[in-house]
């Protein structure tokens, strides 16, 4: 697969560098990242390219390409064995069908920033992680850990055993405020753009929480990727 943007190029290079097939360059640009590949040792997959080379390469969402490219081999997914935690405390997301690259990647990089151990993906409907969440994820997709599961309340129900407390967000849930306490391992899932969590996954939560929120005609809630944002950041500040 071919990723590009200077941030997911950047990112690939630093966390998966054995990942990597080949590097393109513009020629023109080549002393922005030559530190970097020297640091390291990639020179030896590297090519500069002119600029009008790249028009033959079929970069998908080309208008976002900033003189570098990356051939890397595809993303794989881990074991939930290697995301659930032994620990005191671990912070896991399940995204329940999020169609929406956009949303994904930003969840993505909501989820690394704030320290989650890791992600669950829906099997079915749901988005793939590909070059497109290499940049929508600004490169974060190169270092969370991702399990994708074909059975979500089976999933949950493997959590549960290993500790975790399930927190659903939902317009009906509880309003989290300064006085909400979040379980110090805890999984917090977030449904679809439309539809929302599905109703067997909603039953099988242990909590349902909401964003608290003003009203405005037109607008009903807060995307997914901002919903989780809040919500983890409450998770990060209430098992501080």
Known sequence: MLISGVNSCKSCILHN???IIEILI???KQSDFAELIEQNKLNNKTKLLKKNDFNRLGIKNDRFFNDIVIRRKKYKPSNLDEIKKNTEKSLIIIADQITDQNNLGNIIRTALLMGADGLLLSE???ADISEV???TSSGAVE???YYVSKNINRSIEDLKRSGYWTYSLDMSGEK???KFRFDNKSVIIVGNEGKGIRKNILSNSDF???IPQ???NGIDSYNAANSLAIAAYHFKISTF
Request: charged share 30%; glycine share 0%; net charge positive.
């Open 17 to 19: 560098p054995d990942k």
């Open 26 to 28: 513009n020629i023109e």
């Open 124 to 126: 079915r409907s749901s």
């Open 133 to 135: 969440t290499s940049l």
């Open 143 to 145: 270092v969370l850990k």
């Open 176 to 178: 989290i405020n300064k």
């Open 208 to 210: 349902k929480i909401s």
């Open 214 to 216: 003003i009203y405005v």
